[in-house]
C-alpha cells in the first residue's frame, strides 16, 4: 500500500467550478501535511500547509483529518491557472530527517 | 529568497555512458540536500540525502553504487547516474534545505533534470 494516496484523475472543471481533492495517508506517526502544486515538466511548489483547525488562502481551502488520516483540498472558483498537478505530502521524522512523503498527485485541467 | 539551479536541465546520453547533475543554492547555505526521481505519472520518490563532507544515506532500493553523491560544499551537490541504462531515464529533482532549518517548508527545490538514456 502505497504512504500516500491520491485520486489520480484528471479532473476536468470548467472556469469558476468548485473542485475537491481527497488524500489519505497510511502512517500514523506523520506529522506536517501539505499541499504543493506540479506543473508539467517542473519543480514541485508549496501550496499550503495544512492543520486540524483547517485553513484557508484566498481560494483555496485545506483540512486535516487526523483521526482518519484524511487531507482535503478545496479551490473555488476555478482559474485557468489553476491546471496542474496537485501533490498530497506528509512529513515524518526518519533517520533524524523531516522527509517529505509524496502522494502521485491528483491532476486538475480547468477549460473555458 | 532561496534559489535551487540544477544543471543540466535536460539531457541524453547513449547507454552505458555516465552523467553528472548539479544542484546548487544559489543564495543560501545548505547543509542538507535530497534527491528524488520522478517517473512520468507517479510521485517523486526520495533517493538518498545528503550531508556536506559526509557520506550521502540512501533510500531503501537505491544503489549506491550507481548512483554517486557527492556534497563537496554548502552550495553544491552532485549526482551522478553511472552506467545508465534506459530504465533510469526519469526526472532528477535536487532539493535543498536552509541551515539550520528543520520545517519541511524550508526544502527548496530544484528545477529538475530530465533524463533520457538511449
Known amino acids: 500500500r502505497k504512504e500516500v494516496e491520491q485520486d489520480p484523475g484528471p479532473f476536468n472543471v470548467p472556469e469558476g467550478a468548485t473542485v475537491a481533492f481527497n488524500c489519505t495517508y497510511s502512517?500514523?506517526?506523520?506529522?506536517?501535511f501539505f499541499w504543493y502544486r506540479q506543473d508539467c515538466r517542473k519543480e514541485p511548489k508549496l501550496l499550503m500547509s495544512?492543520?486540524?483547525s483547517g485553513n484557508e488562502d484566498g481560494r483555496f481551502t485545506a483540512q486535516l483529518n487526523r483521526a482518519s488520516q484524511y487531507i482535503s483540498l478545496l479551490i473555488r472558483d476555478s482559474k485557468l491557472s489553476d491546471s496542474a498537478t496537485y501533490l498530497c505530502?506528509?512529513?515524518?521524522?526518519?533517520?533524524?530527517?523531516?522527509?517529505?512523503?509524496f502522494g502521485a498527485g491528483t491532476r486538475l485541467a480547468v477549460h473555458p | 529568497g532561496a534559489v535551487v539551479s540544477q544543471h543540466p536541465s535536460r539531457v541524453i546520453c547513449k547507454s552505458g555512458t555516465s552523467v553528472k547533475i548539479e544542484c546548487r543554492s544559489l543564495?543560501?547555505?545548505?547543509?542538507?540536500m535530497f534527491w528524488y526521481r520522478q517517473f512520468p505519472k507517479k510521485s517523486l520518490m526520495l533517493m538518498a540525502t545528503?550531508?556536506?563532507?559526509?557520506?550521502?544515506?540512501?533510500e531503501q532500493g537505491v544503489e549506491k553504487d550507481k548512483f554517486l553523491i557527492n556534497h563537496a560544499s554548502l552550495t553544491l551537490s552532485t549526482l551522478t547516474v553511472t552506467s545508465a541504462h534506459p530504465e533510469d531515464s526519469s526526472f532528477y529533482i535536487c532539493?535543498?534545505?536552509?541551515?539550520?532549518?528543520?520545517?519541511?517548508?524550508?526544502?527548496?527545490f530544484g528545477p529538475g533534470t530530465r533524463l533520457t538514456v538511449t
Open positions: 505530502v506528509v512529513t515524518h521524522l526518519s533517520g533524524g530527517y523531516n522527509k517529505l512523503i
Open positions: 543564495d543560501f547555505q545548505a547543509t542538507t
Open positions: 495544512v492543520y486540524s
Open positions: 502512517n500514523s506517526a506523520s506529522q506536517s
Open positions: 532539493s535543498a534545505r536552509k541551515a539550520p532549518g528543520l520545517a519541511p517548508y524550508e526544502q527548496y
Open positions: 545528503s550531508n556536506e563532507g559526509s557520506k550521502a544515506t540512501y
